[in-house]
């Protein structure tokens, strides 16, 4: 099993940048593929970004393609996503996800979850 949890939100202007961190615990979180998702109110939770067990592979949503960058750490267990540009569309509850499958763009494609952590752009 793996615990996680998310860091960084926070409030910041459009434009602005924030960089969210996810802190995991178990010997095991190499393996597994990671995810961010976000949820506004009143929206389904949507993807973000993904990457593989050993950070080769990610992937994009397109609305933040260009804009945001997934990476890992797994000597430290975290993974991150810095998130460049913000745009107030941007605003949102983000969550980390973990997978021991290929990482996927649906909710349903990952067993572990954080809390979350919210993220608000102002115009």
Same mark, same amino acid.
């Given at each position: 099993q793996v615990q996680l949890v998310e860091s960084g939100g926070g409030l *910041?202007?459009?434009g602005g940048s924030l960089r969210l961190s996810c802190a995991a615990s178990g010997r095991t979180f190499s393996t597994y593929a990671m995810a961010w998702?976000? +949820?506004?109110?009143?929206?389904?939770?949507?993807? *973000?970004?993904?990457?593989?067990?050993?950070? !080769?592979s990610t992937y994009y949503a397109d609305s933040v393609k260009g804009r945001f960058t997934i990476s890992r750490d797994n000597a430290k267990n975290t993974v991150y996503l810095q998130m460049n540009s913000l745009r107030p569309e941007d605003? =949102? #509850? #983000?969550?980390? =996800? =973990? @997978?021991?499958? !290929?990482?996927? @763009? @649906?909710? +349903?494609?990952?067993?572990y979850w954080g809390q979350g952590t919210? *993220?608000?752009?102002s115009s």
């Open positions: *910041v202007q459009a998702f976000r +949820q506004a109110p009143g929206k389904e939770r949507e993807f *973000v970004t993904a990457i593989n067990w050993n950070g !080769v605003t =949102a #509850h #983000h969550y980390c =996800a =973990a @997978t021991r499958l !290929v990482f996927a @763009t @649906t909710p +349903q494609g990952y067993n919210r *993220v608000t752009v």
